[in-house]
């Protein structure tokens, strides 16, 4: 597609069920990432794939918290017993390498709030 | 551990009114540091990537500038459109790739 997009785009959940959130990166994009931003904050690393390679999740708050990547394309960020301060954007970027100084694109997020 | 600080937070100008967003950073070798714009309920929008100190990037009415230990985003006589937050990030050198680390960002609104 022409941008990265994410479904849904707002999602309200119980406290204590599971969520997925979806991401399509831009064809041909190597580099998927998974950022958070919660309202006042600054963006916040979850997540990082690169190609074939062990993906970086270095930036996963807890172990509720995982994401897979299939076929080096569509990744899901699932999210298990979900907690109110969970509520934030989820954010997902990618681009054509990893880090080394190519343009990061941004998706428009998916808006979940835990109640 | 790799920091960014944006000042200031928040920033209202009159329409022509000149002025500059910093960008404020810590990072244990500089790869590259970005700016974005972000609109309400919009994901960040990229605009500019600078390298190395005494680089400088245009686009329109905002010129990024760098420095070994911050950023400026110049706004040179911005109009109502130019009302969003600003987001600053860098990129660290380090084995292998690094995460973007991001600041808060600074709300620029422009009033007509």
């Given at each position: 597609g022409a941008g990265v997009s994410q479904s849904p785009s707002n999602k309200v959940t119980e406290k204590g069920k599971d969520v997925e959130l979806r991401c399509d990166p831009i064809s041909g994009h190597t580099a998927l990432y998974w950022y958070r931003q919660s309202l006042g904050q600054g963006l916040e690393f979850l997540i990082y794939f690169q190609g074939n390679s062990a993906p970086d999740k270095s930036g996963l708050p807890s172990d509720r918290f995982s994401a897979e990547r299939t076929g080096g394309s569509v990744?899901?960020?699932?999210?298990?017993?979900?907690?109110?301060?969970?509520?934030a954007v989820y954010l997902c970027a990618s681009s054509l390498?990893?880090?080394?100084?190519?343009?990061?694109?941004?998706?428009?997020?998916?808006?979940?709030?835990v109640v | 551990e790799d920091q960014v600080t944006q000042s200031p937070e928040a920033l209202r100008l009159q329409e022509g009114e000149s002025s500059s967003l910093n960008c404020s950073y810590t990072v244990s070798g500089l790869r590259g540091l970005f700016w974005y714009r972000q609109d309400p309920g919009k994901g960040p929008e990229f605009l500019f990537t600078l390298y190395?100190?005494?680089?400088?990037?245009?686009?329109?009415?905002?010129?990024?500038?760098?420095?070994?230990?911050?950023?400026?985003?110049?706004?040179?006589?911005?109009?109502?459109?130019?009302?969003?937050?600003?987001?600053?990030?860098v990129q660290s050198q380090g084995a292998g790739n690094t995460p973007l680390v991001f600041g808060k960002g600074t709300r620029l609104s422009v009033i007509a």
């Open positions: 990744s899901t960020l699932t999210i298990q017993r979900t907690q109110q301060e969970d509520s390498l990893g880090y080394s100084g190519n343009t990061i694109y941004f998706g428009e997020g998916s808006w979940l709030t | 190395s100190a005494g680089e400088e990037k245009e686009k329109e009415r905002l010129k990024a500038t760098l420095t070994k230990k911050e950023s400026f985003l110049h706004i040179t006589a911005p109009k109502p459109e130019d009302s969003a937050t600003y987001l600053c990030a």
